[in-house]
């Protein structure tokens, strides 16, 4: 479900983060001033909650999703694309292609053009909002301008707070990457190898059905007790 995913993003994040000071040379070495621990705390949040909506992003292969309705016809008419694109729900954007392709995407973006990287931003921060359950119920329209105001105002903060984006990448490619491996948890798999056939689940034999008691009752409460402990901890030592 969209919370589990979004959370389980946000998790993964504020756990690699500070490791990520020993990689920019793999990548680019213009990231080593802003990853790891020299990340900002505004910096450190703004990871999280973007990579929680990056965890997001493989599903909006699914119109009739929640999370498709995030910023109202807006991204209606982009997963109706996505899904055409794709080749329907759990095809293309739930493999490792997709997971590396957007994070390559995002980095070259927040290197060279600023409006399509607050673009990716303003969408994954939506899509973060809306999976943790930010909204009216029952009511779209509501919902969709409720999270353009918060999505407005936490971007606008960012920005006065002087978040840097260079870390966009990585943010953007373990989001999804989360997002197919906890769906290989699940009992449909994904298909990891895309374009190659086939779907892998997990482990094989105990793959667990979405929205039942595990996810609602442990692995929901869990993943938010981390996200807490993990940002406390992040946040004391980045302040120390």
């Known amino acids: 479900m969209g919370h589990s995913h979004a959370l389980s993003g946000a ?8 490791g990520l000071v020993a990689l920019p040379g793999v990548v680019a070495p213009e990231l ?3 990853v790891g621990s020299a990340l900002t705390p505004a910096e450190l949040v703004a990871g999280a909650l973007i990579c929680a909506g990056a965890a997001m992003l493989p599903d909006l ?3 009739s999703a929640t999370i498709a309705q995030t910023f109202g016809p807006v991204t209606w008419a982009l997963s109706k694309a996505v899904n055409f694109i794709s080749g329907g729900h759990r095809h293309a954007t739930h493999s490792l292609l997709f997971a590396v392709g957007m994070g390559v995407g995002a980095h070259f973006l927040a290197q060279n053009y600023p409006i399509g990287r607050d673009i990716m ?4 921060i939506g899509l973060a909002l809306r999976a943790i359950g930010i909204g009216v119920p029952g009511k779209k329209l509501t919902s969709a301008l409720v999270n353009i105001g918060l999505t407005a105002g936490l971007f606008a903060t960012f920005l006065t707070l002087g978040v ?3 870390w966009l990448g990585f943010a953007i490619g373990i989001g999804c990457l989360v997002h197919v491996l906890g769906d290989c948890l699940t009992e449909r798999g994904c298909p990891v190898l895309w374009p190659i056939p086939g779907k892998w689940l997990l482990p094989y034999d105990i793959g667990f059905k979405t929205g039942k008691k595990f996810e609602l ?5 869990v993943l ?3 996200v807490v402990v993990l ?3 992040r946040l004391g030592v980045t302040s120390g």
Do not use: C, M, R
């Open 32 to 34: 080593a001033s802003v």
């Open 224 to 226: 938010s007790v981390a």
């Open 164 to 166: 840097q984006y260079a």
């Open 231 to 233: 940002l406390f901890l």
């Open 121 to 124: 931003v303003v969408l994954a």
């Open 11 to 18: 998790v993964v994040w504020l756990g690699v983060a500070p």
């Open 61 to 63: 292969d699914h119109p």
């Open 217 to 221: 009752n442990i692995l929901a409460p």
